[in-house]
Nanobody
Framework: VQLLEFGGGLVQPGGSLKLSCAVS????????MNWYRQTSLSDGREWVA???????????NYDHSVKGRFTISRDNAKNMVYLQMNNLEPGDSGVYYC??????WGQGTQVTVSS
């Protein structure tokens, strides 16, 4: 199983970024997908958002700190999961990881929100 994140970078406060995660080596259409992040303020990796599989309705959920600003989505034809991040704040800075059970992590992509 391989998860490869990309799309991170440097953005000013209030700006937007879209992260992508390419998934291979598993049956993507039955996998729930998550985004986590590790920031300078977090104790380890903190959960950000998830999206369930198509057969369970692609239900989404978000941590309260990002709800209304971030949107998780998936493209099942391309085995991709995305995280659209709007109105970014300095506290959103960190390494963002794609994750699916049982214990499959990507290498992470760095997001820096700074003026």
């Amino acid at each position: 199983v391989q998860l490869l994140e990309f799309g991170g970078g440097l953005v000013q406060p209030g700006g937007s970024l879209k992260l992508s995660c390419a998934v291979s080596g598993l049956t993507f259409s039955t996998a729930a997908m998550n985004w986590y992040r590790q920031t300078s303020l977090s104790d380890g990796r903190e959960w950000v958002a998830y999206i369930t599989s198509p057969d369970t309705g692609e239900v989404t959920n978000y941590d309260h700190s990002v709800k209304g600003r971030f949107t998780i989505s998936r493209d099942n034809a391309k085995n991709m999961v995305y995280l659209q991040m709007n109105n970014l704040e300095p506290g959103d800075s960190g390494v963002y990881y794609c994750y699916t059970t049982p214990g499959h992590w990507g290498q992470g992509t760095q997001v820096t929100v700074s003026s």
